[in-house]
């Protein structure tokens, strides 16, 4: 018997307790000081109970339980609903300036219907079998001008034809404009990125040209949410706007968003990923972000009423009472993930969509795959990337995300590293915390 190498073990933060997970067996356990000292010196009084929970391993069955559960993630993976991006343009009428799409060289023109009826046969015909969901990106999908309106409506028809629901990411300043078209649309969710309240805001996402945007963005949202149409709110941080967020909260929660059904949250990131043209210094790593946030939250818990951080695996453990099943791949691209654009070409995923050098193929004019290239995306996972195949982690990790390990190592099949046992020290602090 040898100490699980899929053992996650480590401080709770702002406590004396430790935690012992291990995702392979599905337990987690929280350990007082003294239990935490045996482990740490290789003594173990719990012995029976240890390898039980799988805490304590034979080497051979644990490879052979490891094996059983990355079939088992294959097979479900190998199922799950596809979400297909189509990106209709790379126009936008915002000048944000972290916008990782402001280096593309991507022509403004706008797709043909001819190009909208290639992409739908494409993916009717190649994902025939498999459920599957259409998110329409950009650029700015959702602009007010006739010739766009026109072509997002000939394309919501389309989807409606096939039977395929509808996602959209926009920034939602022309919401408004198109609340009369989507409340009739198989329109299952409209992503909306909102930085803070007011000024941040303005300051952060504003117009081509300097004016406002935050308040027509609300208008937006309360009429969509009046119409049943569910918003996917966003925030992207970093340090220019991360203190805000107290204040997004309350305003949240002020207006009675954070209490409808039809609406979600989440909290992205600032990172570079391939272009982020002004404010390189106000990214903050991914440790740096959730300190950040866990920080905030302990001095104003209002914030979890608005959106409760997945902090690695601690949020699903705190709301589901058991463990997430292991993670072998992280990466969605090329598995449950594609993207199109009006160019004809296919990409990976939205991470990759439009640059240069990261077509896999086209749909138009005639469909063409580079398979060489398509296989190695299908088979990046932990089991492949060396520096995943003896980490602890990796259960937890996934190997993160393909498209930040190419630009940072050169190599699709390389890892991009999370700070899991830190993130987990943090949430297990916030959310079995009592008071919070």
Known sequence: MYFSKYNIFSKIKDSDSSYLI????????????????????????????????????????????????????????DTDELQIFFVPWYSCNFDCGYCYQSGYENKSEIPTKEIIDSF????????KDRKKYITIFGGEPLLSAGKYKDLIIYFLEKAEYFNLDIAIVSNGYFLTEYIDILKTKRIREIQIT?????????????????NPTFLKIVDGIDQALANNITINLRVVIDKENVNGLVELARFAIDRGWTKSDYIKTQFGRNYELHYCQTGHSKLMTRLEFYETIYSLVNKHPEILEFHKPAFSISKYLFENGELPSPLFDACSGTKTEWAFDYTGNIFACTATVGKPGSSLGTFYPEVTLQKDKIIEWEERDVTVI??????????????????VAFNRAGKLHAPDCRPVKELIGMGLSLYFNEEN
Do not use: M, W
């Open 22 to 77: 291990n995702i392979l067996t599905g337990n987690a356990d929280i350990i007082d000081s003294a239990k935490a000292e045996e482990i740490t010196a290789g003594n173990y009084s719990d012995v029976d109970e240890y390898i039980i929970k799988g805490y304590l391993a034979d080497e051979l069955e644990e490879k052979k339980l490891y094996n059983e559960k990355y079939l088992d993630f294959i097979e479900s993976r």
């Open 120 to 127: 739908f046969q494409y993916v009717t015909t190649e994902f």
């Open 194 to 210: 909102l930085d803070g309240v007011g000024e941040i805001h303005n300051k952060r996402r504003p117009l081509r040209g300097g």
């Open 386 to 403: 060396d520096e995943c195949k003896n980490c602890n982690l990796q259960l937890a990790c996934g190997g993160g995300c393909a498209a």
